[in-house]
Structures are given as structure tokens and as C-alpha cells.
């Protein structure tokens, strides 16, 4: 599993978003400037944190973001699941019903199976809340 920039960039978000979490909106030229990142690029990212509801957006002119819920509310599962789509370490737990075709065949198959468990439980356990806190 490789998490794609598009992935890291909507968890730096959501840390930064955590980190000025006092219930104001705060713009995406702010979050860009402080996390180093294209405005243009963050935009899109927004957009799909906004949709899912992770976040919550005002225009105008103290317009801009904020977390929709308190950062413990937030896993790092979540928020790369929205910007990633799955997480699995192969294609074929991707499917509907979790099987291939060669699924009664294959002797790795709980070892992907085993590996993607491991991996979500972690990343589901880890909280925004809980990164701050690894920080300090």
C-alpha cells in the first residue's frame, strides 16, 4: 500500500484544520502557506473533505473551513479512505464481495486478507486528536 500524495495532502489538512480547531473558518491560502502546498491543489482536496462531510465551508469574506466534528471524531483511516478510495494491499480485495475469481484457489489470500486488517485497525484506531498528541 502506497498512500498517494492526494491522500497525505487531505490528512495535512485535516491536521492543520485540528490544529487551528477554534471555530473559525480558516481560508485555503492560510492552509496552503503554512503546510507548503498549491492552493489549486488543496481546492479539489477541500471539496472532497466538504462532500463527505468532514469539513464544513463559508464564503464570503471570513470565509474558509473548518472540521465539521471534534478531532477525536476523526481516524486517519477515514480520512485517507475518503481521498484514496480503498486501502487494501491488493486489487482483489476490492472487489463487491471481497473474492476474486481464484479466491478458492489462492494460498495468499489470508495473508492480503490479514495484512488489510492489520493496516485498517491501525490507521482506524489513530484519531486527529491523537496525532497532536504523538507530537508533543
Excluded at 42 to 63: D, H, P, Y
Aim: glycine share 8%; proline share 2%.
Amino acid at each position: 500500500m502506497k498512500i498517494s500524495t492526494k491522500g497525505r495532502y487531505a490528512l495535512k489538512v485535516m491536521i492543520d484544520l485540528a490544529q487551528h480547531n477554534d471555530g473559525t473558518y480558516i481560508s485555503i491560502k492560510e492552509i496552503a502557506e503554512r503546510q507548503e502546498v498549491s492552493t489549486k491543489y488543496l481546492e479539489a482536496i477541500v471539496g472532497t473533505l466538504n462532500r463527505a462531510g468532514f469539513v464544513e465551508s463559508q464564503r464570503g469574506k471570513s470565509g474558509g473551513y473548518r472540521l465539521a466534528k471534534s478531532p477525536e471524531l476523526f481516524t486517519v483511516g477515514a480520512i485517507l479512505k475518503i481521498s484514496e478510495g480503498s486501502l487494501s494491499p491488493v486489487s482483489c480485495l476490492d472487489s463487491k464481495d471481497g473474492l476474486c475469481e481464484k479466491a478458492g484457489e489462492c494460498v495468499s489470500l489470508p495473508l492480503w486478507r490479514n495484512l488489510d486488517k492489520v493496516v485498517d485497525d491501525y490507521l482506524e484506531s489513530v484519531t486527529l486528536k491523537g496525532l497532536l498528541e504523538m507530537r508533543d
